[in-house]
Structures are given as C-alpha cells and as structure tokens.
C-alpha cells in the first residue's frame, strides 16, 4: 500500500490534515441503502468536482460503490493536474468511509494502476476487481467497471488511447461551454452528451455494449448488472436481465442509487441544482 500513500494529494488525507477548499455544507441528506457512481475522471479538467462535491455533501447510504475511473491515471501520466476541488472530492469519500460508510472501490481502465491492490484495504476503502450487491429485495447484481467488455480497449488498446484524446478534446471545448453559460446564468448543458446521442456509432456501440454486459451477468447466474465505462446512464431490462449503468461525473452528472425497499432510481443532478437554483430564484423574487 506504500505506492499508495506516498501519492501527494493523498498523504495529507490519510494523516487527517487535509484544508477543505469547500467546506462541507450542513444540510439535511436524503438517505439511500446504496449508492454507485463512476466515471469522475479525478486529474482532469472535465472533471465535474464542484457538482459531485454538491451531491456528495446532499446524501449518504450504508454502502457506497466507486465503480472506476476515479482518478484518470492516463491524464495523470502525461500532464499532472490537480486542484483543490479534487482533493476535497477525494476527501469527503474517505470521511464517509471512516464514519461507517461501507465504501467499496472497483478500478477501471483509467485508474487500472489501482487493480494490483485487489483484496486490500485503504482507509476505510475495499479494493475490488468485482463485487455481488444483495439488494434490499433480494436480487444479486454483479458490480464492475465495464471495460472488460469493451471490445476497443481489449483488441485494439492504441485505437482507445486516440479515442480518449479525443473525447479529452472535446471535455476541453464542454468546459468552455459551460463557463460561458454560467455566466449568463444558464444552467450545465453537456455538449459531449449531445454529440455522442447524435452519432449513430456511438449509438450502436451503446447498445451493444449493454447487450454484451446484460449476457454476461446472465451467464454468472445473477440478476442484474452495475456498471459504468460508457459515460451513459440507463437502467432497462435486457434478456431478463436488469441492466444499470450509473452515468459519470464528466457530462451527465448522474449517479444510481438503491432505496431501502430495493427500488433503483439514476439521479440527474446537474437537473436537481437547476431546480433547487430556480427556486432560490423564486424565493428571492417573492
């Protein structure tokens, strides 16, 4: 675990010591059995920190699953960029692990740098290669990253590395966006999103990505799939199976979460801080 610790933005973490950029904001938080987010992409400038910090300091849960891509190893390797926000990200899951949070880590290809500590226990944090999630009504769901069934990254690994340029492109260009319509008051709008919903490719691929994902669950005899990878949350059943991807923390912002009934539900948040941001609007003007 060395390798670990010995990372900059972690040490003072682990040693308690760590100044919140933004301090944590004392509300009530809406509680969930579990909840699963990926994709966050920590290292990089798409990287939504503010909004993630914003939901994670609005709810809690008995368990909580970072299905990979936490931290964008890849970024990392060739440019080191880090602000404070990320840190506090980072921060705030290793309190909730600390203060009974049952926190489970499962890396993905941009944080596979993490895959050798399979088994191990950081701070609180379980280190997965996958899990089996009971859920509250009884059904069993496999939990992992995805990129397993990414026939790109398995075939042709250099064809991803050009994709991700790319798509680093194209959060670059989203960052822009978002910073001018955040002052003309407009609410986040993912461009990325847009885009990969308008190519018929990118659709295809989606799709097939979830049939690929939704069969092999069902071959390990569960009843349902976690997963994250491809940056689109859905929930639908496929072949008996139900299929959840839990979206990301670059474009879509979203999350999925277990109530304690067993229910599943993805939650928009870029759209639930509009809506809380409207209606603080309203108060003002009434």
Known sequence: MNAITRLPFLADLEEGTHCLDTPERPATRRRYRTIWISDIHLGTRGCNAKMLIDFLDSVDSETMYLVGDIIDGWRLKKRFYWPAAHNDVVWRIMKRAK????????????????????????????????????????????????DEFDTIMLAHRWLAFVGDAAYSMLMRLNFVVNAVRQRMGLPYWSLSKMAKHKVKNAVEFISRFEEVVSHE????????????????????????????NDGDWV?????????????????????????????EQELLAA
Request: aromatic fraction near 8%; charged fraction near 25%; include cysteine.
């Open 217 to 244: 669950a069902g071959a390990r005899g569960v009843d349902g799939v976690v997963c994250g990878h491809i940056h689109n949350a859905e929930m639908r059943e496929i072949g008996g199976i139900q299929y959840y």
């Open 251 to 279: 474009e879509g912002c979203t999350a999925l979460v277990e109530h304690f009934d067993g229910s599943m539900e993805v939650l928009h948040w870029a759209d639930e801080v509009a809506a809380r941001s409207a209606g």
């Open 99 to 146: 203060r009974g949070t049952r926190v489970v880590y499962i890396p993905g290809n941009h944080d596979e740098m993490f895959r050798q500590f399979t088994g191990l226990n950081f701070g609180g944090v379980e280190i997965r290669r996958k899990a089996i999630h009971e859920t509250a009504d009884g059904r069993k769901l496999l939990v992992l990253h995805g």
